[in-house]
C-alpha cells in the first residue's frame, strides 16, 4: 500500500494537481513569511484590551469561566464582571492611582501576590488556562497593567 | 462479514443504542461536520450527506447510505441501523461521544488524565414540503466537573440542557435557493468537528457560539454561496440557549467553487460587532482530492481585524491551517499544521500546533478517533515550558 502511495503522489501531482499544489506551497510560504512577523509590544496594558483580547477568548470559554459554566464560581465574562470577580476574590491585587501613578511599594506587592500570573505561568499551581497555556507576551502584558494599579480604565 | 457475528452485531448495535438513548440525558458537547468526506467519499457538497446546506448535524439518507456503503467496513447506516424507518416528515438522529485524554501543559497538576463522557446530542427534523424544521437537543459538556463521580457528573444535568441549534428551514430542493432562520453555526470556513483547532477557535467558531441567523444560499453542482446576517444569544436568556462567545452582531459571506469534482476554492467574509469590540475578518479555504493517492489537502487562512474602542487600538491577526488526510475505506490518517497569531505587530504572540488524527470506521455507526495535538507558543517565561501536548481517544456512537 505505501509503495502504491508513494508512485501515486508524484505522478497525480505531476498531471492535474500541479496547480493546487502551487497553491499550498504559497500558503506555506506566506505561513513561513508571518510567523517572523511582529515587534515590539505596543499594545495597550489596560483591562479595556486585556479583558476581550485575551482574557476572554482564553478564559470565558464555554465549559470553563463563561457565564453559563461558572466554573469553580469564576465569570470572566462581560469585561466589568471579570473585574469585579478577578480583584474581590484576589486573582488581581489592585492599588489606588494617585497622580504620580500609585504608590510603588504596593504595586510591587500586587504582582507579586496576585494569583493569576502564578496560574497562567504554572508556578507552583494548576496551568491557566489548562488547555492551551498563553504565550508570555500576554502574561506580561496583563503583570505590566497589575503593576500599574490594575485599574478598570 | 462472518453470518455468524452478524447477529451479535446485530444485537450488541440494538444495545449501544438503547445505552445511546439513556446517556443522551446525561452528558453533551458538540459535532459539526467532517470536511475530510467532502470528495474523498465521491460527494461534492457538504449538504448531500447532511440536511443542513452547509454540512453538520443531522444525516441525510444519502449520507447514511454513504456510512455504510464508502466510509465504514460494513453495516447499515440506516437509523436504528434499519432495524425502524421514521415517517417522511420525520427524521432522528443522535452522537455520543465517550473520550479519554492526556493533557500536558506543565504545572502542578500535569499531565491531567482524564475520562469523560464528550457529547450527546439528539436531532430531530420535522418537515412539510420544502419547509423543515430542526431541533438539536442535549446537555452542555463539562470535562472537569467539580465532582468527576458517576453521581456527580449527572446530579446537575437538567441544568445543563440546552438547544444549540433550533432552525426553520425552506429548501425546495438539494440544489437551488434556500432560507434558514434559527440558531446555528453561520458557514464559514472548514467547519472541523474539533473546536480546539485555531481555525475554529479564533473566527467566532469555537464551542456553543452558534448565533440567532438569518441565512440566504444557493447551491449548485459546482458552487454555491451563503449570506448570513446574525445576532448573539441574548445573556438574559435562560442558560438552556446557552449564551457563549463575544455578544456580536455581523453578517457572514461565503462562496466556494468547485473543480472538476476534486478541488474547491471558498472566499469568505465575517463581520461581527460587539459593544466595545469589532471583528473584521476575511480569508480563503481550498481543498484539493488527489485521487491515485487517497489524499485530501484542507488548508484556510484567515485575516482578523479587531477594533477595541474603548481601549482605542487595533491589531490583526492570522490564523491558519493546513492538512493533508489519507483514506482507505474504514480508515482516515490525517496530519495537519496550524498557527494563529495573535497580534502580528507583536513578536511573540504566535502559537503552532501540530496535529496527527487517526479515525476507524470498523462499522455503520461507530467510529475510533485519536488525537494527537502537540503545540508551542512564541514566548515562555523562564523555566516554564514552551510546549503542550494532547492526546485523546474516541468512541463515537451515532444513531
Known amino acids: ?153 | 462479514m462472518s453470518p455468524f457475528l452478524f447477529p451479535f452485531l446485530r444485537r450488541s448495535s440494538i444495545a449501544v443504542a438503547l445505552v445511546s438513548g439513556l446517556l443522551l440525558v446525561a452528558w453533551g458537547r458538540e459535532a459539526r461536520a467532517y470536511p475530510q468526506f467532502q470528495f474523498s467519499s465521491g460527494t461534492t457538497r457538504c449538504g448531500q450527506c447532511h440536511y443542513s446546506p452547509s454540512g453538520g448535524t443531522l444525516i441525510s439518507p444519502w449520507g447514511r447510505d454513504e456510512a455504510g456503503d464508502t466510509i465504514s467496513l460494513g453495516g447499515d447506516g440506516s437509523f436504528l441501523h434499519g432495524l425502524w424507518a421514521p415517517p417522511s416528515w420525520l427524521a432522528l438522529g443522535a452522537d455520543i461521544r465517550l473520550a479519554a485524554l492526556r493533557n500536558d501543559v506543565g504545572g502542578a497538576d500535569s499531565p491531567e488524565l482524564a475520562f469523560f463522557p464528550m457529547q450527546a446530542d439528539l436531532y430531530t427534523r420535522f418537515a412539510y414540503d420544502a419547509f423543515s424544521l430542526n431541533v438539536t437537543l442535549g446537555a452542555r459538556g463539562v470535562v472537569r466537573p467539580p465532582d468527576p463521580s458517576l453521581s456527580g457528573r449527572t446530579s446537575d444535568v437538567g441544568q445543563r440542557m440546552m438547544s444549540r441549534e433550533h432552525y426553520l428551514m425552506w429548501r425546495p430542493s438539494a440544489t437551488g435557493p434556500y432560507v434558514r432562520i434559527g440558531r446555528y453555526f453561520s458557514p464559514y470556513g472548514l467547519r472541523f468537528v474539533e473546536h480546539i483547532f485555531f481555525v475554529r477557535a479564533n473566527t467566532g467558531y469555537n464551542l456553543y457560539e452558534e448565533t440567532y441567523n438569518a441565512s440566504y444560499g444557493y447551491v449548485d453542482e459546482d458552487w454555491e454561496v451563503h449570506a448570513t446576517a446574525f445576532t448573539h444569544v441574548p445573556t438574559s436568556v435562560p442558560d438552556f440557549f446557552g449564551a457563549a462567545g463575544p455578544a456580536e452582531n455581523g453578517g457572514v459571506a461565503y462562496g466556494e467553487k468547485r473543480f472538476n469534482k476534486m478541488a474547491a476554492l471558498a472566499l469568505q467574509t465575517r463581520i461581527g460587532i460587539a459593544s466595545e469590540e469589532a471583528r473584521y475578518q476575511g480569508g480563503a479555504v481550498g481543498k484539493l482530492w488527489i485521487e491515485k493517492a487517497r489524499l485530501l489537502f484542507l488548508g484556510e487562512a484567515d485575516f482578523i481585524r479587531q477594533q477595541f474602542s474603548k481601549a482605542n487600538f487595533g491589531q490583526s491577526q492570522f490564523v491558519s491551517y493546513l492538512g493533508a488526510t489519507y483514506f482507505i475505506r474504514g480508515f482516515m490518517l490525517g496530519a495537519a499544521y496550524e498557527r494563529f497569531q495573535e497580534d502580528l505587530a507583536v513578536k511573540g504572540t504566535g502559537r503552532d500546533a501540530y496535529d496527527g488524527e487517526l479515525n476507524v470506521f470498523p462499522w455503520a455507526h461507530f467510529e475510533l478517533n485519536l488525537l494527537m495535538r502537540y503545540q508551542t507558543r512564541a514566548t515562555v517565561a523562564p523555566g516554564d515550558t514552551p510546549r503542550g501536548s494532547l492526546v485523546m481517544l474516541q468512541l463515537h456512537y451515532y444513531l
Request: aromatic share 6%; proline share 6%; net charge neutral.
Open chain 1, 1 to 153: 500500500m505505501s509503495g502504491r502511495l508513494l508512485t501515486a503522489i508524484p505522478a497525480a501531482c505531476a498531471t492535474r494537481s500541479s496547480f493546487g499544489l502551487s497553491l499550498l506551497f504559497g500558503f506555506l510560504a506566506l505561513v513561513a513569511c508571518l510567523a517572523g512577523c511582529g515587534g515590539a509590544d505596543n499594545r495597550p496594558a489596560k483591562w479595556s484590551y486585556i479583558a476581550p483580547a485575551i482574557i476572554e477568548p482564553n478564559c470565558a470559554t464555554v465549559s470553563c469561566h463563561s457565564a453559563v459554566a461558572q466554573r469553580a464560581g469564576v465569570i470572566l465574562e462581560p469585561a466589568q464582571k471579570a473585574y469585579d470577580i478577578l480583584t474581590s476574590r484576589h486573582f488581581v491585587v489592585t492599588c489606588p492611582t494617585s497622580t504620580d501613578g500609585g504608590t510603588t511599594t504596593c504595586m510591587d506587592m500586587a504582582v507579586g501576590t496576585s494569583e493569576i500570573l502564578y496560574l497562567m505561568r504554572a508556578q507552583g499551581s494548576q496551568r491557566m488556562p489548562p488547555d492551551q497555556a498563553l504565550p508570555e507576551a500576554d502574561i506580561h502584558l496583563i503583570q505590566t497593567w497589575i503593576s500599574q494599579g490594575a485599574q478598570n480604565n
